[in-house]
């Protein structure tokens, strides 16, 4: 299972405007992926309803994991997604 453990960039949190461009960030990499705050519950990265559930704010760590084939990878391209607060995933 590769985990990377990266703390939100976008000052409001996975919310709204930066939830929408996360979410089509980790289904543009096409590799099935899990979100989660430490010790918690880690929900389904690619739904929307299970993101804001999640009420990460700003500045806080969230746990990104993955076992599927390219996981690597593309976790490490949501990561700096996240950690930087862009507007689209970087590239490969």
């Given at each position: 299972m590769a985990e990377r453990r990266v703390t939100i960039g976008w000052?409001?949190?996975l919310h709204a405007r930066p939830a929408s461009i996360f979410?089509?960030?980790v289904t543009a990499t096409g590799v099935p992926m899990t979100i989660a705050k430490p010790d918690g519950k880690p929900v389904n990265a690619a739904?929307?309803?299970?993101?804001?559930?999640?009420?990460?704010?700003?500045?806080e760590e969230v746990v990104l994991t993955s076992d599927a084939e390219g996981a690597d990878s593309a976790l490490d391209r949501v990561a700096k997604l996240v950690h930087e607060g862009l507007?689209?995933?970087?590239?490969a």
């Open positions: 000052a409001e949190g979410v089509r960030a739904s929307m309803l299970g993101l804001l559930g999640l009420g990460a704010e700003g500045g507007d689209e995933l970087p590239a």
